[in-house]
Nanobody, 128 residues
Framework: QVPLVESGGGSVQAGDSLRLSCTPSTQSSGQIFESYAWFRQGPREEQEFVAAIDKSSVTIYYAPSLKGRFTVSRDNSKNTVFLQMDSLKPEDSAVYYC???????????????????WGQGTQVTVAS
């Protein structure tokens, strides 16, 4: 397993944007993940799926409630995945986690157990 490192979280006002990044903590490992995903967990809430993307950036999934405001992308040359979050709302406040798998997950992208590598999370706080 290669730990992942998220960055880009912070405290913003409603309507602002943030871009989160996620990359393996040890770039020298050369690990290229087939699937990346973002999950989030708000206070007193269960962890929920946000978005997922495959290696080719052809297969992309979003939580229906977030599609249109959030955009997931990846740069394989930098082994980095991004989550662009626009028009943020207070209910978007959560710890955002990056997850990865060496396998193409296809229809299993929602299954947290399929992801073998996780980051520690980055806090996003949106004030009204």
């Amino acid at each position: 397993q290669v730990p992942l490192v998220e960055s880009g979280g912070g405290s913003v006002q409603a309507g602002d944007s943030l871009r989160l990044s996620c990359t393996p903590s040890t770039q020298s490992s050369g690990q290229i993940f087939e699937s990346y995903a973002w999950f989030r967990q708000g206070p007193r809430e269960e962890q929920e799926f946000v978005a997922a993307i495959d290696k080719s950036s052809v297969t992309i999934y979003y939580a229906p409630s977030l599609k249109g405001r959030f955009t997931v992308s990846r740069d394989n040359s930098k082994n980095t995945v991004f989550l662009q979050m626009d028009s943020l709302k207070p209910e978007d406040s959560a710890v955002y986690y990056c997850a990865a798998s060496t396998f193409y997950l296809g229809s299993y992208y929602l299954d947290r157990a399929r992801y073998t590598d996780w980051g520690q999370g980055t806090q996003v706080t949106v004030a009204s």
